[in-house]
């Protein structure tokens, strides 16, 4: 395999990687927060048709909205970290060998032994180092046939974990 392409990297495309990354965090978030409101708002109806209305219902509502919030201000920040990736062309290229990237001055190698978990999620592929650290690539950078051959490379080398 070698495949070489170049791009820029856009905010959604970093946003879109973090959550990839961590879907299980964010899907958790989005269910925990949706959980809390719920059961907020349903105690807080049953109260008012009681004809009282309780202080602690509100403690529901403000933590699912901040779960909510969260969810959707932690890839927004990571992209706004990034920003220097903005406006500069990435070069990636992928051989039997290593994953190859140069954006701006910077340049990495790095072997494919290296990955701890390789995947694709949604539409970035995850070369992950450890459970904090990874490479996010998205796939639209590829054509379906360079997508499909970096699957069946990962698959033949029995890289991919989900």
Sequence with gaps: ?????NYIPSERDIADGVIAFRRG???????????????????????ALDGGVAFWPFIFLAFGAAML??????PLQA??????????????????????????ANRAEIPWSTFRKLRSVDEQWIFE??????????HRIFSAEQNAEIG???????????
């Design 25 to 47: 965090l964010f899907r958790g978030l989005t269910v925990g927060g949706a959980i809390l409101l719920a059961a907020g708002l349903v105690v807080l109806l049953m109260g």
């Design 79 to 104: 992209a706004r970290q990034n920003r220097h990736m903005h406006s500069d062309v990435c070069e990636v290229t992928l051989t039997d060998e290593v994953y190859r990237s140069a954006i701006g």
């Design 1 to 5: 395999m070698h495949i070489s392409v």
């Design 69 to 74: 919030g969260l969810r959707l201000w932690a």
């Design 129 to 138: 180092f450890n459970p904090a650290q990874a490479i996010m690539v998205p």
């Design 152 to 162: 069946g490379f990962l698959r033949e080398r029995g890289l991919t974990r989900r």
